[in-house]
């Protein structure tokens, strides 16, 4: 993999750009590396599974889709194999039938348990360099950061 040892460019900002962008895919295969290798899990599967125990364990695939950043339709897919492995199951909702729910099975709290070790392993592995309050203070940068690309977003779809 090439280096980019100095970026030539005038502005801070848009280098901070650059470098968040870069850091993040960076991050994404480190953590899918790291977690097949460790737990010959994948980690959006184990983020879905996170995301449904925090929740009571049920969530509609669209709520899924907005926590992990992922489309829908891959969502779907990623259900029906977590289905098949057993560590979910979906059901109308009781209070829409057009609705479906995705439920954590036990099997799949058993799952997510067995991989939260290397989940706070990487973490550990990522994060360690930061304080609690360095990570405060970046937790709510990254937060403005998302919030103006939510609102990015809002003004492209009213074009």
Do not use: C
């Not at 993040?24 to 599967?45: C, E, G, M, Q």
């Not at 392993?121 to 309050?133: F, N, P, V």
């Amino acid at each position: 993999m090439v280096r980019i040892r100095e970026i030539n460019h005038s502005e801070s900002i848009g280098k901070s750009l650059m470098l968040l962008t870069q850091t993040s895919r960076l991050i994404n295969k480190y953590i899918d590396a790291y977690f097949y290798r460790k737990a010959r899990f994948s980690f959006i599967k184990f983020m879905v599974l996170k995301v449904l125990a925090s929740n009571n364990g049920v969530m509609k695939p669209s709520e899924i889709a907005e926590w992990t950043q992922t489309e829908r339709h891959n969502i779907t897919t990623l259900t029906r194999r977590l289905m098949k492995d057993g560590l979910v199951l979906t059901k109308h909702s009781d209070k829409d039938r057009r609705s479906t729910e995705v439920i954590l099975t036990d099997k799949g709290r058993e799952t997510l348990n067995r991989v939260m070790p290397v989940a706070r392993d990487l973490i550990e592995k990522i994060m360690s360099s930061l304080t609690e309050t360095d990570a405060e203070k970046f937790s709510q940068m990254l937060e403005v950061l998302r919030d103006n690309v939510y609102d990015g977003f809002e003004s492209i779809i009213k074009i």
